[in-house]
Nanobody
Framework: QVQLVESGGGLVQPGGSLRLSCAAS????????MGWYRQAPGKQRELVAT???????NYDDSVKGRFTISRDNAKNTVYLQMNSPKPEDTAVYYC??????????????WGQGTQVTVSS
């Protein structure tokens, strides 16, 4: 069993900054890709950014140059630094972690979601 605990969401003004964190714990042998997704009201969940275990990153075009994904492998934690957010970034943000359990089976887990509201 793996638990993902997200933190850092809240209200931020346009042009401000916010950092989301997602810490994984439990029966983990290793972690592969980690990522952030978001879901706005009335819309489907969409990819924001992903990062591989080697540190390669991928971003949705809408956040390139403004958001930065990073990870701390020693802490099993992934971060999303949100700079210059826009009102259209308002959504519930979810982390996603692909991991291998101590029984050597592969799984994907989701965080509980954290609300980010961009408004003045």
């Amino acid at each position: 069993q793996v638990q993902l605990v997200e933190s850092g969401g809240g209200l931020v003004q346009p042009g401000g900054s916010l950092r989301l964190s997602c810490a994984a714990s439990g029966s983990i042998f290793s972690i592969g890709n980690m990522g952030w997704y978001r879901q706005a009201p009335g819309k489907q969940r969409e990819l924001v950014a992903t990062i591989t275990s080697a540190g390669s990153t991928n971003y949705d075009d809408s956040v390139k140059g403004r958001f930065t994904i990073s990870r701390d492998n020693a802490k099993n934690t992934v971060y999303l630094q949100m700079n210059s957010p826009k009102p259209e970034d308002t959504a519930v943000y979810y982390c996603n972690v692909v991991y291998t359990s101590i029984l050597r089976r592969d799984y994907a887990a989701w965080g509980q979601g954290t609300q980010v509201t961009v408004s003045s």
